[in-house]
């Protein structure tokens, strides 16, 4: 079992740049591929960023794209992401969540319901 906390979400302007850390512990966290996900108040859940266990591929939602950067640290058991000019639309709460995966270039799935692991989210807001 994997068990995940967030961190780092707070009220922000728009334009500006913030970074979510998401710290695991239990199960070895480079046995997981990484993901996170946003909810927006009345929407569902949705993809954002992924990275396999080796960081060797990361993939994002074209709504994030070039504007924010997912990485991970092993030796810290931690998954961030770095997000820059900020919109009010990125406004949400912000999930991680793992996924076990045997390959170490395999990424996670951008469906919400192929995850058990979540953490309790953090939330950001984005005033224009």
């Known amino acids: 079992q994997v068990q995940l906390i967030e961190s780092g979400g707070r009220s922000v302007e728009a334009g500006d740049s913030l970074r979510l850390s998401c710290a695991a512990s239990g199960d070895t966290f480079s046995n997981y591929a990484m993901t996170w996900f946003r909810e927006a108040p009345g929407k569902e859940r949705e993809f954002v960023a992924t990275i396999t266990r080796s960081s060797s591929i990361t993939q994002y939602a074209d709504s994030v794209k070039d504007r924010f950067t997912i990485s991970r640290d092993n030796a810290k058991n931690t998954v961030y992401l770095e997000m820059s000019s900020l919109k009010s639309e990125d406004t949400g709460i912000y999930y991680c969540?793992?996924?076990?995966?045997?390959?170490?270039?395999?990424?996670?799935?951008?469906?919400?319901?192929?995850?058990?692991?979540w953490g309790q989210g953090t939330q950001v807001t984005v005033s224009s």
């Open positions: 969540a793992a996924v076990f995966r045997s390959s170490l270039h395999s990424t996670g799935s951008q469906a919400p319901k192929s995850y058990f692991y």
